[in-house]
């Protein structure tokens, strides 16, 4: 695997999915999250809190920029492969867990 995937930092979009930036860090000064609600449906409507410090940094840099920018939509991919979609959902740092891509290489 080579390109940008093999790229630690973030890869930003714009809303037209534009690459501008990649291999990113994003900084700021915002607040901490330290709960998080992993979605147990596809809609969101049910939740489990969970504490944000049982994850790496790429996660809770992921919650710190949804909490930072309601609007923002970010994927988060593990190095195990799991991949995660991160957004604020009715005002709560919420989750959703996808499949590994792994499973995709068949």
């Given amino acids: 695997m080579g390109g940008r995937s093999s790229v630690d930092g973030a890869i930003v979009l714009t809303k037209r999915y534009e690459i501008l930036g990649f291999d990113a860090e994003i900084l700021g000064n915002h607040d901490h999250v330290l709960t998080v609600a992993r979605a147990l449906d596809a ?24 909490q930072a920018l309601p609007g923002a939509d970010v994927i988060v991919v593990s190095q195990d492969g799991t991949v995660w979609l991160v957004k604020r959902r009715k005002g709560v740092v919420t989750y959703w867990e996808q499949v590994a891509t792994s499973v995709l290489d068949m």
């Fill in 43 to 66: 809609e969101g409507e049910y939740t489990e809190l969970e504490r944000s410090e049982d994850v790496g940094t790429r996660h809770r840099s992921a919650y710190c920029l949804c």
